[in-house]
């Protein structure tokens, strides 16, 4: 089981990045895909998920309103749309999945983990 994540880079604040995270090896279809965050120093933290069928999605209240998480069953993808980007995003991203039927931010309810991808916004 793989879970790939890409689309990190530099921006400056007020700019938008697209993180994409591709799964491999197993159908994710059924489960909740998620993304957190991990700045240097700090613990890793929830920024957003989406329930199996994009119906239901959870944000941070730090990123509610300018992050969208969506996600493509067909192709086993999910992606972090980051708009309004603000130097304290800085942080790596980690997609992950959860196999527990409710949508959650609570880490350790997620049971993979992609290996992360650096997301630097300049002021």
């Known amino acids: 089981v793989q879970l790939q994540a890409s689309g990190g880079g530099l921006v400056q604040a007020g700019g938008s990045l697209r993180l994409s995270c591709a799964a491999s090896?197993?159908?994710?279809?059924?489960?909740?895909m998620g993304w957190f965050r991990q700045a240097p120093g700090k613990e890793r933290e929830f920024v957003a998920c989406?329930?199996?069928?994009?119906?239901?999605?959870l944000y941070s209240d730090s990123v509610k309103g300018r992050f969208t998480i969506s996600r493509d069953n067909a192709k086993n993808t999910v992606s972090l749309q980051m708009n309004s980007l603000k130097p304290e995003d800085t942080a790596v991203y980690y997609c992950?999945?959860?196999?527990?039927?409710?949508?959650?931010?609570?880490?350790?309810?997620?049971?993979?983990w992609g290996q992360g991808t650096q997301v630097t916004v300049s002021s």
């Open positions: 090896g197993r159908t994710f279809s059924y489960y909740v």
């Open positions: 992950a999945v959860s196999t527990r039927a409710a949508v959650t931010g609570i880490r350790g309810r997620y049971d993979y």
């Open positions: 989406i329930s199996w069928n994009g119906e239901t999605a």
